[in-house]
């Protein structure tokens, strides 16, 4: 049970990285240097909690995760600036199976944990086609070829690194090895994203104004708490396509923030209540 709350507490915040980033429309390419700047700022006052007793994969994960958050991000940032949060969440269904097809390939035996009891499964089968059906119906114009074209490939990439980090982190006392793993992710995409910003000719005063460091500060840190979050999520989980399902939540609690204070918004709240019932029956399936 407790990969489903570490799950939905990142939702939460990853809900509230999206909704900054479409307050401040900020460039998409200063903003990906920010946020992972700051939010490796916000990693280094948790250094005295890492386990630095380094091995190989893990900075090797972290190089590969950069890589693909680097890139993914940026997609993500700039489909929110142009459209808003729920289509820069497209990709979400496709890193789902991603992740749980890819998983069950390389560990099948962690399958059988699921596939021996035929109640368990179609009730994991049945939250996953509920939530990946309310998720395209929660906003209907959300979804554009266009669009689809962009995130599709993201999705792909975020399935893959999701096992990627499930595996690199250990089963229980997983704390120190994920504030370690995020360090580095965020160290590199720092550097990452600095080169990008640089070769598009974004390196601007801008940066160190005011308004540009708080935003950097504020959807950093969201994007660290995040980022920590799933990462725990993935080492109790048994596969990490049900972490990856939880994570479809996240157009929800914008849509709930939205309405809360009175923003137009025309997403379904019928499709945002279809998640929230398929996310608990998963939790309660896995039990």
Not at 19 to 41: C, P
């Amino acid at each position: 049970m407790l990969w489903f709350i570490y799950a939905i507490i990142h939702t939460i915040f990853q809900a509230i990285f999206v909704e900054l980033n479409r307050i401040y429309k900020i460039d998409s390419w200063q903003l990906n240097f920010l946020h992972s700047f700051f939010a490796f700022l916000f990693m280094c006052f948790l250094t005295p909690f890492m386990n630095w007793q380094l091995d190989v994969k893990v900075i090797f994960a972290a190089f590969v995760i950069s890589s693909v958050l680097t890139v993914g991000c940026q997609a993500q940032i700039y489909m929110s600036s142009q459209h808003n949060g729920r289509v820069a969440s497209m990709w979400r269904p496709i890193s789902i199976f991603t992740a749980f097809i890819l998983w069950i390939g390389l560990f099948p035996q962690t399958a059988s944990y699921y596939m021996e009891d035929k109640l368990i499964l179609g009730a994991i089968i049945f939250a996953f086609a509920i939530n990946i059906f309310s998720f395209v119906l929660i906003r209907r114009n959300d979804i554009a070829l266009r669009a689809f074209l962009l995130i599709a490939p993201i999705g792909v990439l975020y399935g893959s690194v999701a096992v990627l980090q499930k595996f690199v982190l250990p089963e229980s006392n997983a704390l120190p090895d994920a504030l370690t793993l995020a360090f580095f992710m965020y160290l590199f995409m720092s550097f990452f994203s600095l080169g990008a910003v640089i070769a598009k000719k974004r390196l601007t005063k801008e940066l160190i104004s005011p308004r540009f460091i708080k935003a950097g500060l504020a959807i950093g840190s969201a994007s660290a708490i995040a980022y920590i979050f799933i990462l725990l999520s993935f080492s109790t989980v048994v596969n990490p396509g049900f972490t990856s399902v939880i994570g479809m939540l996240c157009p929800v609690w914008i849509m709930i923030y939205h309405k809360a204070i009175g923003i137009k918004d025309d997403a379904s709240p019928w499709a945002g209540l279809l998640m929230i019932l398929g996310a608990s029956l998963l939790a309660y399936a896995t039990m």
